[in-house]
């Protein structure tokens, strides 16, 4: 028997947890090596869409699922920033069960973090390890140069490195050096507030879009419904920083919903800390792979989270990566990353372009345009017109 393919993740975020526990299912020998100590609660909510749960599904995570998220069970709605009056109005629940064979969850980072985590034998996800680069090993092998928390360096040879390691990518620059970043002119500020300080409103199982002059506002419960999470999208004023360990400060957040529904005002009234955090707009790379380097999730295609996406999307990197390497041996990786590279970048880079400029509908001032996007609103069917995104089949697309 060949011994199995060696393979290192860097970044243990969703996409590089899901990629090792997709890649063990395929008998590859797999390495995480996660830069933080441990796994930190950042970035908050995340909409966990039908494409994403079914790839859960095939890691036996449904009920770890249903365990830690909220089931979006009644609604996705729309509504207006001055009166709070419903534009649209998209059942959930059975209606997205018949559509896409399973519910739309909404769920905390850090439980979906927590989540992969688990599912991984122990060894697998090494903390406290910053990838600095990968050195070539001649045609048979490549090496990971990496620090430990106390300095020290080290160099471990493997037979391919995916860069898994988020927005700021250490491995990128190896597979495609160029990049074109442009800022979007908006920010985000996202907060939570402890299920008792949030109105009952805002406690339903309904992911709410306000919709206003310049800026929106969502919010959704998380964690078994013990916290709603909120997002602000606005204008960015002069902040420029794009880390989602940012602070903002309530009170600017609170200013930027001045005049808005109450109830927008009275939920940002139970946050306690926000994370401010300046948008980027990437255009999708001509390439995510470079003989035995690949890239996965916002390395490979960080995207505006407009259709909130990114974490969905990663996921089905990890999937198909998986099932390119399946049964490969050392000298057929950089071919079969090249693969991985021909069944996902199309697809991913779709999903980043058509997020691209959503701001412009959702932040229409008001007036005939505003009113001919209400108009479309009311009789819009966000789960139907989304079939090319929620009724995916990663796997499916690798045979
Ligand atoms: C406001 C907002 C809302 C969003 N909402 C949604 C949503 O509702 N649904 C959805 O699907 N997606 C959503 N996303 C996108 C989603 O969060 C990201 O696309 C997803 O988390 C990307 O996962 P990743 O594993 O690729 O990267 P990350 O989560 O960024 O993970 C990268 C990891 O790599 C580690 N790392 C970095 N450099 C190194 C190094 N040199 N060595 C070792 N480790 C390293 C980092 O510490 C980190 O843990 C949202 C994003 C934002 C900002």
């Known amino acids: 028997m060949p011994a199995p393919l060696r393979v290192t993740l860097v970044g243990g975020g969703l996409g590089g947890l899901a990629a ?16 933080s100590p441990r796994l930190r609660e950042v970035g908050a909510g995340i909409v966990v869409a039908p494409n994403m749960v079914r790839l859960l599904d095939a890691l036996g995570l449904h009920e770890a699922l249903e365990a830690c998220a909220v089931k979006l069970d009644a609604a996705w709605e729309f509504r207006r920033w001055e009166d709070g009056r419903v534009l649209s109005a998209q059942p959930m629940g059975e209606t997205c069960v018949r559509m896409y064979g399973t519910h739309c969850y909404v769920a905390h980072r850090a439980d979906l973090l927590a989540m992969l985590h688990g599912a991984l034998p122990p060894g697998i996800a090494h903390l406290g390890r910053r990838c600095l680069g990968v050195l070539p090993q001649g045609d048979d092998a490549i090496a990971v140069h990496w620090s430990e ?15 898994a390691d988020g927005i700021h990518s250490v491995l990128r620059p190896y597979v495609e050096p160029a990049i074109d970043v442009r800022f979007s002119g908006l920010c985000a500020f996202r907060g939570l507030v402890p299920a008792e300080d949030a109105p009952a409103f805002a406690r339903r199982a309904v992911q709410t879009l306000w919709l206003g002059p310049g800026r929106h506002f969502v919010h959704y419960p998380i964690s078994s419904g013990r916290l709603v999470n909120l997002v602000g999208i606005v204008p960015a004023g002069d902040w420029r920083d794009e880390s989602w360990l940012a602070e903002g400060t309530v009170d600017d957040l609170r200013a930027e919903y001045a005049g808005w529904d109450a109830r927008v005002l009275q939920l940002i009234d139970g946050v306690r800390s926000t994370q401010r955090w300046a948008m980027y707009d990437r255009s999708p790379l001509p390439r995510w792979s470079r003989g035995r380097v690949a890239l996965l999730g916002d390395a490979a295609h960080a995207m505006l989270p407009f259709f909130a996406q990114g974490a969905a999307q990663a996921l089905e990197d990890a999937a198909v990566l998986a099932a390119c390497l399946r049964g490969v041996g050392r000298d057929g990786v950089a071919e079969a990353l090249a693969r991985y590279d021909a069944i996902r970048r199309p697809r991913a880079s779709e999903v980043q372009l058509m997020s691209r400029g959503r701001e412009v509908q959702n932040h229409l001032p008001d007036g005939p345009a505003q009113a001919a996007r209400d108009e479309t609103l009311a009789s819009a069917e966000p789960l139907r017109q989304s079939a090319w995104l929620y009724g995916h089949d990663a796997l499916a697309a690798c045979s």
Do not use: K
């Open 20 to 35: 090792a526990a997709f890649l063990l299912r395929a008998g590859v020998d797999v390495q995480v090596y996660e830069q």
């Open 149 to 163: 928390r106390d300095g020290s360096e080290h160099v471990t040879e493997t037979d391919a490195v995916i860069g």
